[in-house]
């Protein structure tokens, strides 16, 4: 029998005291949906852990619904990393997502500073000191880390972590479902059974578009470029075709078997709001 699909929201903590008075009204409008989970990334701009509690405990408090850190391991010391897991055990915490964290500016490394240096270190770490206590979510991305050597190299550094204990990946952005599917043939290929849930980003600006592809290396595919490029300076009209681009995007996904989605917010309500309508996601009960 096939597992009921997950559908799950990513926060950020806010940078502004403005974007903090704004933050619960998001939180409450998306969890009408009543999605299996919300997701909290590590701190603005990976600086720090603390807004991602505070955040983490905002979800908790405002919600009841199953709240998820991001926990980056980058530079950081093994009492650290038990202290804060500690804290989100105490806090009712059940699911955490397991990262490298970026490197930082001056890295001449691939290894992350610290005494972990990469993801997979962290997941056998967590499996380790809890066990069982934490599901454990790890990044997974189709079109290749952008600091990896090579595809082969980036896969057997996905495999390390599946291997150290995760239960299930969520993918970086992307635009391209070929890659997607590509890359979940390649894990069945090489016996990986986990769930790999696509994460998937609502396109809402084509400056901001450009700057989350060209970061995390994902093809923006051309046709879809120029079409924001040409409507740049018509927000209306650039917001509905970036919503019809990847309600369709979903619609191949999920057709295709993808386990779930994960919807990366950047805080706002509207755009994850329309996708949902438009795909017509359930609303638990």
Known sequence: MNSPLSFSFELG?????????????????LAELKPDYFSVTYGAGGSTQEGTYETIM?????????????????GSTRAHIAAQLERYREAGVKRIVALRGDLPATALSPAAPGEFHYANELVSFIRVEH??????????YPEMHPQAANPTEDF?????????????????????????????????????????????????????????C??????????????????????????????DVVTRLCETLLRAGAPGLHFYTINQAGP??????NLGLRVSA
């Open 272 to 277: 994850a709001l329309r996708l949902w309508q």
């Open 58 to 74: 905002s979800v908790i408090r405002l919600t009841g619904i199953d709240a998820v850190p991001h926990l980056t391991c980058v």
């Open 131 to 140: 066990g069982n206590a934490f599901k454990i979510e790890v990044a997974a």
């Open 214 to 243: 060209n970061g995390c290396g994902a093809d923006l595919p051309r046709w879809v470029r120029l079409r924001l490029q040409e409507l740049e300076h018509d927000k209306t009209a650039l917001a509905d075709f970036g919503i």
């Open 156 to 212: 057997e550094n996905f495999r390390r972590k599946v291997e150290a204990g995760a239960d299930a990946a969520l993918t970086q952005l992307f635009y391209n479902a070929h890659a997607y599917f590509d890359f979940v043939e390649r894990c069945a290929k090489a016996g990986i059974k986990i769930p790999i849930v696509p994460g998937i980003m609502p396109i809402t600006s084509f400056a901001s578009t450009m700057r989350f």
């Open 13 to 29: 903590p806010p940078r502004t005291p403005e974007a903090a008075a704004k933050l619960p009204a998001v939180i409450s409008r």
